[in-house]
């Protein structure tokens, strides 16, 4: 087979129709620069387009927030957003804005409010946007450390920077790369500030837990959070590459009868699903052995099923996960068994899909993706006269229908024959045959 023929080959296409066309796609990322400073800060190295790549988003009402890493030189600013009713190449603006979203020429934070470089960020119910800075520049080369890497909370509705928490150095590692922050909020109100974060420390394969109400952090470790030696192989957009990632993503069910959530999380470098329970991670002083002994795994999803981020979906109780080998996404209802046959994948597309990076459920019934190519921003050269980065949306319902992710219908919830029966009268009911059968 020549290599076009085998691309082609190797593409699945599943359902990504439904997602045509991309709300939003970039050859190159750029920003809604004020008068003339876009040349200024491209003369002056502030902004190297080639270096803007994208690898977390969040909606809040008309606002798409996009993360930009500092890996590398020529990132204006990390924490961004575009505006939902602007054009299929919106430009970024910096959060909250230009002066305290970009570093000073010094290379500093220029406030309080400055976040230097984030992965991933939360939007909760209280309409606040959570962030984990790692405060370092330059990631990939001559790494630097600008600020304590902190958590910051924006109140989305002011913009004011309701709380900003720095971590103490002991319960960071040198190796130490926080990723993503799942957030729970404790009893109804929002005003009361009881709220736990769970922040995934992928580099050093721990969780994070910051209590807003106790201003403080501790550090959980287990050994599940590690990366799995079977899983560490990828293979994306063509190019091989080798990752030994933790613990990079996490998710929080609704609250239980206990009172307390589950959160789901996963290393990248890894097939299997695990659970934990936030009565375990809440309590600072929980002993060592309740720890080791209170993740959960609850199934595999099979080979080449590395995710790098997921997200639960409190409309539907779905579990949305990025499938990075496979191009796509996959889902599983959290209500039913995880198994191979429960966790389908339901959109492939290795154009629109490469590199799924970060997926999100808002808080009115849609799915949000991002794809990047990341690998081949990584190890190789990205083309920049094509499309890179893509945000493709699509209310969950519709992605989860006819799959095994859709809640179970009353039939199936019946079990065996008796279930059988009962929609067979129901059916001839409907179709209005049910007297035969009375008699039969
Ligand atoms: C580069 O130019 C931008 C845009 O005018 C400016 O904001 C920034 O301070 C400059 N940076 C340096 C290091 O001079
Ligand atoms: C887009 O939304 C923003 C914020 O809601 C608003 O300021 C702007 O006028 C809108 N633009 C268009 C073209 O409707
Ligand atoms: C941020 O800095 C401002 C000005 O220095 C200060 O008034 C404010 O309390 C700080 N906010 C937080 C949450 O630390």
């Given at each position: 087979?020549?290599?076009?023929?085998?691309?082609?080959?190797?593409?699945?296409?599943?359902?990504?129709?439904?997602?045509?066309?991309?709300?939003?796609?970039?050859?190159?990322?750029?920003?809604?620069?004020?008068?003339?400073?876009?040349?200024?800060?491209?003369?002056?190295?502030?902004?190297?387009?080639?270096?803007?790549?994208?690898?977390?988003?969040?909606?809040?009402?008309?606002?798409?927030?996009?993360?930009?890493?500092?890996?590398?030189?020529?990132?204006?600013?990390?924490?961004?957003?575009?505006?939902?009713?602007?054009?299929?190449?919106?430009?970024l603006h910096p959060?909250?804005?230009?002066?305290?979203?970009?570093?000073?020429?010094?290379?500093?934070?220029?406030?309080?409010?400055?976040?230097?470089?984030?992965?991933?960020?939360?939007?909760?119910?209280?309409?606040?946007?959570?962030?984990?800075?790692?405060?370092?520049?330059?990631?990939?080369?001559?790494?630097?450390?600008?600020?304590?890497?902190?958590?910051?909370?924006?109140?989305?509705?002011?913009?004011?920077?309701?709380?900003?928490?720095?971590?103490?150095?002991?319960?960071?590692?040198?190796?130490?790369?926080?990723?993503?922050?799942?957030?729970?909020?404790?009893?109804?109100?929002?005003?009361?500030?009881?709220?736990?974060?769970?922040?995934?420390?992928?580099?050093?394969?721990?969780?994070?837990?910051?209590?807003?109400?106790?201003?403080?952090?501790?550090?959980?470790?287990?050994?599940?959070?590690?990366?799995?030696?079977?899983?560490?192989?990828?293979?994306?957009?063509?190019?091989?590459?080798?990752?030994?990632?933790?613990?990079?993503?996490?998710?929080?069910?609704?609250?239980?009868?206990?009172?307390?959530?589950?959160?789901?999380?996963?290393?990248?470098?890894?097939?299997?699903?695990?659970?934990?329970?936030?009565?375990?991670?809440?309590d600072k002083d929980?002993p060592k052995e309740?720890?080791?002994?209170?993740?959960?795994?609850?199934?595999?999803?099979?080979?080449?099923?590395?995710?790098?981020?997921?997200?639960?979906?409190?409309?539907?109780?779905?579990?949305?996960?990025?499938?990075?080998?496979?191009?796509?996404?996959?889902?599983?209802?959290?209500?039913?068994?995880?198994?191979?046959?429960?966790?389908?994948?339901?959109?492939?597309?290795?154009?629109?899909?490469?590199?799924?990076?970060?997926?999100?459920?808002?808080?009115?019934?849609?799915?949000?993706?991002?794809?990047?190519?990341?690998?081949?921003?990584?190890?190789?050269?990205?083309?920049?006269?094509?499309?890179?980065?893509?945000?493709?949306?699509?209310?969950?319902?519709?992605?989860?229908?006819?799959?095994?992710?859709?809640?179970?219908?009353?039939?199936?919830?019946?079990?065996?024959?008796?279930?059988?029966?009962?929609?067979?009268?129901?059916?001839?009911?409907?179709?209005?045959?049910?007297?035969?059968?009375?008699?039969?």
């Amino acid at each position: 087979m020549n290599s076009i023929a085998k691309i082609l080959f190797m593409c699945l296409f599943y359902q990504a129709a439904a997602l045509i066309p991309p709300k939003f796609q970039w050859k190159t990322l750029d920003f809604a620069w004020p008068g003339s400073e876009r040349q200024s800060a491209m003369s002056n190295g502030t902004y190297i387009a080639e270096n803007n790549m994208p690898t977390g988003i969040a909606r809040w009402k008309d606002k798409l927030f996009i993360t930009i890493p500092r890996w590398k030189k020529g990132i204006p600013s990390s924490l961004n957003f575009v505006y939902l009713n602007d054009s299929q190449n919106a430009p970024l603006h910096p959060y909250p804005n230009w002066e305290e979203g970009c570093l000073t020429s010094n290379g500093a934070a220029a406030s309080n409010r400055t976040v230097v470089s984030t992965f991933r960020v939360h939007v909760d119910r209280c309409n606040r946007l959570w962030v984990v800075d790692n405060g370092v520049t330059e990631m990939s080369k001559d790494v630097r450390q600008i600020t304590q890497p902190s958590i910051l909370v924006f109140d989305l509705k002011t913009d004011a920077l309701l709380k900003k928490y720095v971590f103490k150095d002991d319960v960071l590692r040198d190796s130490s790369v926080l990723t993503s922050i799942a957030v729970e909020i404790v009893g109804k109100e929002c005003a009361k500030g009881n709220a736990f974060a769970y922040i995934t420390d992928m580099g050093s394969n721990a969780i994070l837990v910051y209590s807003m109400k106790d201003d403080d952090a501790w550090r959980v470790e287990n050994h599940y959070f590690h990366f799995d030696p079977h899983a560490g192989v990828y293979k994306v957009g063509g190019i091989d590459f080798y990752w030994s990632d933790g613990v990079s993503s996490g998710t929080l069910s609704q609250p239980k009868k206990d009172g307390y959530c589950d959160l789901y999380l996963h290393p990248t470098s890894s097939t299997k699903q695990f659970r934990m329970s936030t009565k375990l991670l809440r309590d600072k002083d929980a002993p060592k052995e309740d720890i080791f002994n209170g993740v959960e795994i609850i199934g595999d999803r099979g080979p080449k099923s590395q995710a790098t981020a997921c997200d639960i979906d409190p409309a539907t109780n779905v579990l949305f996960y990025t499938q990075v080998c496979k191009n796509g996404l996959g889902c599983w209802n959290i209500d039913k068994q995880f198994n191979e046959e429960n966790t389908p994948l339901i959109l492939s597309d290795c154009t629109l899909m490469e590199f799924p990076n970060d997926v999100k459920a808002d808080r009115e019934g849609n799915l949000w993706i991002l794809s990047d190519r990341q690998s081949r921003f990584l190890y190789e050269a990205m083309d920049f006269d094509q499309v890179n980065f893509r945000v493709l949306t699509s209310p969950t319902s519709t992605l989860i229908q006819g799959t095994a992710c859709e809640k179970k219908s009353i039939f199936s919830r019946l079990s065996g024959s008796v279930g059988k029966e009962l929609k067979s009268i129901l059916i001839r009911a409907i179709k209005g045959k049910i007297l035969p059968l009375v008699y039969q």
